[in-house]
């Protein structure tokens, strides 16, 4: 497991924590996080309201308020890095198949086991809508 895996993973814990306390991000990461978990939390942070308009429009019949907190975690940091691949700094910007197969991967380890067709259902199909336009 790559270093950048492991500080996506902490971003995602840090958005997934946020969103189910509302804590402020600061106060959720651990003290040895990356300048770029923190950026890729703050950068989920600042573009929710987006990223949640894509997560629930490609979710039929869901809304964003219905998918589990960890779920949509893990969409919306893929998201981001598949959207707007400068929003955290890093030497080269993850491809957009890199960062759903991250996502997928988180999915298949902490989430129910029908998440990972879910997340990777919703990434593909954004992406696939990106590509084509």
Not at 18 to 36: I, K, V
Not at 51 to 57: S, T, V, Y
Not at 90 to 105: F, H, L, Y
């Amino acid at each position: 497991m790559s270093r950048r895996t492991d500080q996506r993973r902490a971003a995602v814990f840090a958005v997934y924590q946020n969103d189910l306390t509302g804590r402020e991000l600061e106060e959720l990461f651990d003290a040895g996080a990356s300048t770029f978990t923190r950026a890729l939390a703050y950068a989920v942070s600042d573009y929710v309201e987006e990223l949640d308009a894509l997560i629930e429009r490609y979710a039929k019949g869901w809304t964003v308020d219905r998918i589990a907190p960890l779920d949509k975690a893990i969409m919306r940091v893929a998201l981001l890095e598949i959207l707007h691949p400068d929003a955290a700094p890093g030497d080269t910007p993850i491809p957009p198949e890199g960062a759903i197969d991250e996502a997928v991967e988180l999915a298949k380890e902490y989430c129910e086991a029908d998440a990972p067709g879910f997340v990777n259902g919703i990434l593909a199909a954004v992406l696939r809508d990106r590509v084509a336009k």
